[in-house]
């Protein structure tokens, strides 16, 4: 089992910035890539980035490419999404996820987080 729980949420102007942070527990993080998804109300969960086991790769859905960045830290169990640039279309529950693959489907992953809440105000 991984037990994973996001941080970092809130309010932001249009423009701003966020860090979100996702640390693991149990069993060893490293093993796995991480997912990030989206959902805002009324909308399905949708893919925003993933970033491979050893952080040598990463995709990144086409509306945040060039504005969001995902990093890790294995030593600290800890996958971030760095958001530049905020749009109010931004607004959603973000979730972090792990599974064997960097995947765009969020049916390849296998232990999500509970999210956290991101509101841009415009």
């Known amino acids: 089992q991984v037990q994973l729980v996001e941080s970092g949420g809130g309010l932001v102007q249009a423009g701003g910035s966020l860090r979100l942070s996702c640390v693991a527990s149990g069993r060893t993080f490293g093993n796995y890539a991480m997912g990030w998804f989206r959902q805002a109300p009324g909308k399905e969960r949708e893919f925003v980035g993933c970033?491979?086991?050893?952080?040598?790769?990463?995709d990144y859905a086409d509306p945040v490419k060039g504005r969001f960045t995902i990093a890790r830290d294995n030593a600290k169990n800890t996958v971030y999404l760095q958001m530049n640039s905020l749009k109010p279309e931004d607004t959603a529950v973000y979730f972090c996820?792990?599974?064997?693959?960097?995947?765009?489907?969020?049916?390849?992953?296998?232990?999500w987080g509970q999210g956290t809440q991101v509101t841009v105000s415009s």
């Open positions: 996820a792990a599974g064997l693959l960097c995947s765009t489907r969020h049916d390849m992953y296998y232990y």
């Open positions: 970033i491979s086991w050893s952080g040598g790769s990463s």
